[in-house]
């Protein structure tokens, strides 16, 4: 197949009102490799295959992310929430190459080694079959999931039910089977 010469892309402006009807949400795209460790917000992502289930990301180009995942060969896609304050501030913004921006937040390790937030609603952890630097703003992987876990403690990103009540500080997170808990428990606030 050719590649057509005459055709040239249109302006966002002249169709975002249908784009923005294409489902897209809160993502955090999270990957570790050695000692280092990255995650940056994406809002495209979209299942790509049933058997072995697969997803796709696109990620903004110039991430210090990106290496990070090269190298790793993987990456963890974690669901916020869309009105979460922390994750949302925190990782609006493209971090310095050598700040980890997951320093500030409890964690958890995929068995990949990707760190997922324990604010997270849900995570798959992928490996990357297909990278696609595409003539864009943003770069394409595709990546095969052999882990994914829910975070029971908190509600759905991805219905917009009613929030739960945290029963602790340290949400109860479920792994590929097994039950990943803390038993310790939140202590009531003091009055001021």
């Known amino acids: 197949m050719t590649s057509r010469n005459d055709w040239t892309p249109i302006e966002r402006c002249g169709i975002g009102d249908l784009?923005?009807?294409?489902?897209?949400?809160?993502?955090l795209l999270t990957g570790a490799f050695g000692d280092m460790r990255g995650a940056t917000l994406v809002r495209w992502v979209?299942?790509?295959?049933?058997?072995?289930?697969?997803l796709v990301v696109a990620i903004e180009k110039g991430q210090p992310l990106s290496p990070i995942i090269r190298d790793s060969r993987g990456f963890a896609l974690c669901l916020i929430a869309a009105n979460d304050p922390v994750c949302t501030r925190l990782f609006k913004q493209i971090p310095e190459h050598t700040q980890d921006p997951m320093i500030s937040i409890p964690c958890m390790k995929t068995p990949s080694g990707a760190p997922v937030p324990l604010r997270a609603t849900a995570w798959f952890d992928c490996e990357i079959v297909r990278h696609f630097?595409?003539?864009?703003?943003?770069?394409?992987?595709?990546?095969?999931?052999?882990?994914?876990?829910?975070?029971?403690?908190?509600?759905s990103a991805v219905t917009n039910g009613a929030a739960k009540k945290r029963k602790s500080q340290t949400p109860k997170t479920k792994s590929a089977g097994t039950r990943l808990s803390t038993q310790t428990k939140s202590r009531p606030r003091r009055a001021r």
């Open 133 to 155: 630097d595409i003539e864009a703003d943003h770069e394409v992987y595709i990546g095969c999931i052999h882990h994914a876990g829910r975070n029971e403690a908190l509600p």
């Open 19 to 27: 784009l923005d009807q294409i489902p897209s949400g809160v993502f």
């Open 46 to 54: 979209q299942q790509v295959a049933s058997q072995p289930p697969m």
